[in-house]
Antibody, heavy 120, light 106 residues
């Protein structure tokens, strides 16, 4: 069973860069799955940020694309998120997730999430 | 982009009741629709995939139906542990979640 664990600073200054890493266990990061980031602002719903495949292919939410980079490190079995020029609106719980498949239908397995606050 | 509209945003019910939550897509997504349950402080948990398939380990009182643009999640005989927030998610194109339905105890 896949396990995902987010790590990174819980506090980021405005205009700074949010950097998070997700460690993968119980599945190969080189498997036929996409590795994703989703966030949830306080008291709000879920927002998909983007995803990466083990070959480095990426897809991003168009509303965040100019500020986001997702990368993968197969040797460390982890993938990472960088969000640039953050503001208070980027305060959220950030989840890493595996997009798995039942046939052609995808679904998400989730990490436990990590709170990131943007504040000076 | 495909828009997802979930209703109601909140719902009050009693233990033993049956409830239905609705999710509507702005265009056909065939059956590319998942349902998740989220409890406070926890990550979402997959309940239903492909609109009507029950995820392994999920109680049979949860069921999903629909295709095209209209989908429902039904919880029959509510149990105390079912009071949570529920989200639909379309996987037809760029992933998008519904706004959520908070199920509260009456």
């Amino acid at each position: 069973q896949v396990q995902l664990q987010e790590s990174g600073p819980g506090l980021v200054k405005p205009s700074g860069t949010l950097s998070l890493t997700c460690a993968v266990s119980g599945d190969s990061i080189s498997s036929s799955n996409w590795w994703s980031w989703v966030r949830q602002p306080p008291g709000a719903g879920l927002e998909w940020i983007g995803e990466i495949y083990h070959d480095g292919s990426t897809n991003y939410n168009s509303s965040l694309k100019s500020r986001v980079t997702i990368s993968v490190d197969k040797s460390k079995k982890q993938f990472s998120l960088k969000l640039y020029y953050v503001t208070a609106a980027d305060t959220a719980v950030y989840y890493c997730a595996r997009k798995g498949y039942y046939g052609s239908r995808s679904y998400y397995n989730w990490g436990q999430g990590t709170q990131v606050t943007v504040s000076s | 982009d495909i828009q997802m509209t979930q209703s109601p945003s909140s719902l009050s019910a009693s233990v033993g009741d049956s409830v239905t939550i609705t999710c509507r897509a702005s265009q056909s997504i065939t059956n590319y629709l998942n349902w998740y349950q989220q409890k406070p402080g926890k990550a979402p948990n997959l309940l239903i995939y492909a609109a009507s398939s029950l995820q392994s380990g999920v109680p049979s009182r949860f069921s999903g139906s629909g295709s095209g643009t209209d989908f429902t999640l039904t919880i029959s005989s509510l149990q105390p542990e079912d009071f949570a927030t529920y989200y639909c998610q379309q996987s037809y194109s760029t992933p998008l979640f519904g706004q959520g339905t908070k199920l509260e105890i009456k």
